[in-house]
């Protein structure tokens, strides 16, 4: 231990002395989360909506007063008034609206003497969210419209009541998880990798050889400083994070216990895994060459950004294979619903076997040789 421990403190000694090394593994993980947190999963509001008015009658009026309340409380959509269709049609094209909402014309006559008249809304569908939310809330408004200003008696329906089981959880907190195992893969990947073939490129590893340490005590070494590095990445953005997300409850000391657990679990499994990778690379290129790969092939699909329901069938596939899949799952569920390790069992087995067979494989790779 005492051969491994003095390769940690030099890999530990050279991650201090790197001031962008640690701004990559600290602090961008963290600025991630806070930007794709506010970008993503909030309400849409103030699109613009164009409104064509061909009707003019008692019932169009009542249909705008309607748009306008709209456009003055949820502001949704920002109601703006056009006097012909293909204007506001060209405007919708061009980006200046997010859709158009056209009155035909007898659409109060109809209405009176119930002719089923349609509203037309125009949506920009190369925009799905902004195209959804503004169906849903005209969707919502023809409902008001429809439903009569006496309820009649008639038999009980059925009906349906929501209730949600955890307070309103905002994107950022869905994020949060994914935010952390991140920061532990670019430390992995920089502060681990990188620098290891580095090493290996300027001939370091060479002076290794002329000692007595074995190859286990290298392969200790290696991977017990990157663990450390892991854990350090990890633990910052899962106490900034927590409280830039403002995560409720999250300093109950059991809680923390549990979410370290995980932190330094979820570092072995990642550090093992980039070494297993590295082990037989000697070209200080390639694993740059990689890095956007592999974030790709592991961070997307482990449902830290997207829900995994939503993927296709071989997308799926490949998140069942992916050991970020079962970080993610553990910190959301240690976060965001505080059930303990009971909800999280299937998670640590995944990542405590892709431990051992990434190390296993590393080791049975890595050569103590030229």
Known sequence: MKRALALVERDMRKFRRSPALLFASLVLPLVQLVILGNAFGGNIKNVMLGVVNLDRGPKSVDVLKRVRAVGANARTFLPTDYVDEGTAISDLRKGVLGGVLIIPQHYSRDLLEQHAPRLALVTDNTDRSVAGAVTSQMSDLVTAINAPEVAPRQPSKAALDVVEVYPYINYIKYLLPGSMVLAIFVTAMIGGGMLF?????????????????????????????????????????????????????????????????????????????????MARISD????????????????????????????????????????????????????????????VTTDVLALALTSVVVLAGATLLFRRTL
């Not at 950004?305 to 071989?314: C, D, E, L, N, S």
């Open 284 to 343: 200080p290129l390639v694993p740059r060459a990689i890095f956007g790969v592999l974030n790709t092939l592991l961070f997307f699909p482990s449902g830290a950004v997207y829900p995994i329901a939503g993927f296709p069938g071989w997308l799926r596939w490949m998140s069942v294979c992916d050991p970020f899949t079962y970080a993610v799952h553990s910190f959301r569920t240690l976060l965001l619903k505080d059930v303990g390790f009971a909800g």
């Open 197 to 277: 073939i580095d090493d290996k490129a300027r001939g370091l590893h060479e002076g290794y050889m002329v000692t007595p340490i074995t190859k286990w005590e290298l392969i200790l070494g290696f991977n017990l400083s990157g663990v450390i590095k892991g854990v350090l990445a990890g633990e910052t953005v899962l106490v900034l994070g927590a409280i830039v997300a403002e995560v409720p409850g999250f300093f109950q000391p059991a809680r923390l216990a549990e979410l370290t657990l995980m932190v330094v679990l979820t570092s072995v499994a990642l550090i093992g895994m980039m070494f297993f990778i």
